[in-house]
């Protein structure tokens, strides 16, 4: 089947972006039901914001203000970080792997991460200490993993796989007896393993923005190699790739862009599978295109999951994605090498 967007790409993604703006403008409108405030006021708050506009503006009372400014505009941009980081991750993880069912967790990370939250969570250690512990946790965990995978100078794919899943599981079961153990911290253990939006920060999106937006231009600077290895290693490597300091690179990007989020929004599950698919299977399999669009689409995706989670009583947000997530995984698993790209 031809990607019915494969000659039209630029459209597409402007058509994208355009959609981005429209929900995230609706993720600053739709807060829980208790509160709510007419569409001309939240625009307005938003306009006054910007330098020069905002003396044009009346002023607006601080209840109001504090809500959209510091409560939904920074949940709405952690949303739209976090679809973009994931969906960029998976796109160059199933890209690495050459596998539509990779996703960015199989390194270990969300294992990792999971782990590192929980010891902080039960030792009652600060705000920003607990998504610093989850951090260097699944970097950490990500570079066992590595080291594992490593066979006598080279990247052993399938045995990285394995090792992902073997040391992802080991963390999990360390995981689970920490909920065991736990007591009074059972629930913020167990609502941070099912990934939430809920508290954002302007203080980490300043953490979290700047690492996102580096870590995907400099995945985009490997579009070429990529699009190369679909095509084997070794054909790679006969037209001039350096396969093995390749795949370390783009397997390492992939994992710093998974693992900052994760560390601060807990575990999101999907993303990083279902919404690069469909992009290829819409744009076709060329990464040039590939990287950026699934970054709008996964944006998309996440603030789009986190408006439903706000009408829907803030359950958590990885609740939403798996409700989406698990029957496509489930096609995949059925057509996962039929006409979509690979």
Request: aromatic share 8%; net charge positive; with cysteine.
């Amino acid at each position: 089947m031809k990607a019915p967007f494969r000659e039209h790409r630029f459209i597409f993604l402007i058509l994208l972006l355009i959609s981005l703006f429209i929900i995230s403008i609706l993720s600053l409108y739709i807060g829980s039901p208790a509160v709510r405030y007419p569409f001309s006021s939240v625009a307005g708050i938003v306009l006054s914001r910007i330098p020069l506009v905002g003396r044009l503006l009346p002023e607006y009372p601080d209840t109001p203000v504090n809500i959209v400014i510091n409560v939904r505009m920074p949940r709405m941009l952690m949303g739209l970080i976090t679809g973009c980081a994931l969906a960029v991750s998976g796109v160059t993880m199933q890209g690495v792997f050459r596998n539509p069912l990779a996703s960015p967790y199989i390194l270990g990370v969300s294992a990792g991460g999971a782990l590192g939250a929980s010891v902080g969570i039960i030792l009652g250690l600060g705000l920003f200490i607990i998504p610093a512990l989850a951090f260097a946790v699944a970097i950490t965990t990500t570079l066992i993993v590595f080291a594992l995978g490593r066979i006598n100078g080279r990247t052993d794919v399938p045995t990285l796989l394995l090792a992902g899943i073997a040391v992802g599981g080991f963390l999990g079961a360390i995981t689970s007896y920490l909920k065991f153990i736990a007591r009074e911290t059972l629930q913020d253990i167990v609502f941070w393993t099912m990934g939430s939006l809920h508290g954002a920060l302007w203080e980490q999106i300043y953490i979290v923005l700047p690492i996102t937006i580096i870590v995907i231009v400099i995945t985009m600077l490997f579009t070429r190699e990529l699009n190369v290895l679909q095509a084997g290693e070794e054909s790679a490597a006969h037209l001039g790739v350096d396969v093995e300091r390749t795949k370390l690179i783009l397997l390492s990007l992939s994992s710093m862009l998974a693992a900052v989020v994760v560390a601060f929004t807990g575990i999101i599950g999907f993303v990083g599978l279902i919404i690069p698919h469909i992009t290829r299977i819409l744009t076709g399999p060329d990464h040039r295109w590939l990287v950026p669009t699934s970054a709008v689409m996964g944006g998309i995706f996440l603030v789009s999951c986190d408006i439903l989670v706000r009408l829907s009583g803030n359950i958590p947000v990885g609740v939403i994605t798996g409700l989406f997530g698990a029957p496509f995984f489930l096609y995949l698993l059925l057509k996962s090498r039929g006409d979509t790209g690979w």
